[in-house]
């Protein structure tokens, strides 16, 4: 039985959507299964082979990145890589902090870019929501694409690199690189 990389929660609100618009819509029971089975974020618990390996995370809030950390421990990320890097952006409205905090301990090299959007978080809102996790002593990125430059300079093939933050984020260097290295089944 194939597993969809949704969270749970969101595998049980899709559920509860359809159950609730059954009189309206109704969905065999196969069709629940295969759904659930094939149903994906493009860009959420994403693991590509390239030069390293990469994770692409849509993971853009408190809970998501929560959910990222406990999957990369799953993967025993500490010892199965040399080192975890990790390209982050978000939009100014986050958790910045929250979004930093469950994952300090799994990464040890920091990206953080802006975005180029309305709503992104300001490089000064990033590095002060680094420093205020004690977590310092790198620069700030223009872009993703150039966060994601500088990871792939600092990594050697035994590394991972995590990219998350917003879809905006995953979405930029998901494209810059054009997606075409092999999928990882973990």
Known sequence: LSVSSL????????????MLLDDKLPV?????????QQAKINGRMHWVKGACDY???VAHN??????????????????RYSRVHAVFSALADKDLRAMISVLTDVD??????TLSVARAASCAQLLEAFACEK???????????????????????DDLIVIYGSFFTVESVMRFVNIAGEIIEV
């Open 7 to 18: 969270h749970p929660h969101a595998q049980a609100a899709a559920m509860a959507t359809c």
């Open 28 to 36: 065999s029971t196969a069709a629940y299964f295969l759904g659930m």
């Open 55 to 57: 994770l692409f995370d």
């Open 62 to 79: 408190a809970q998501s990145v929560l959910y990222l950390a406990e999957k990369l421990k799953e993967q025993n990320c500490k010892n």
């Open 108 to 113: 040890r090299d920091w990206y953080p870019a």
């Open 135 to 157: 977590v310092r002593g790198f620069a700030c990125y223009i872009s993703p694409q150039h966060a994601f430059n500088a990871a792939q300079d600092n990594a050697t093939k």
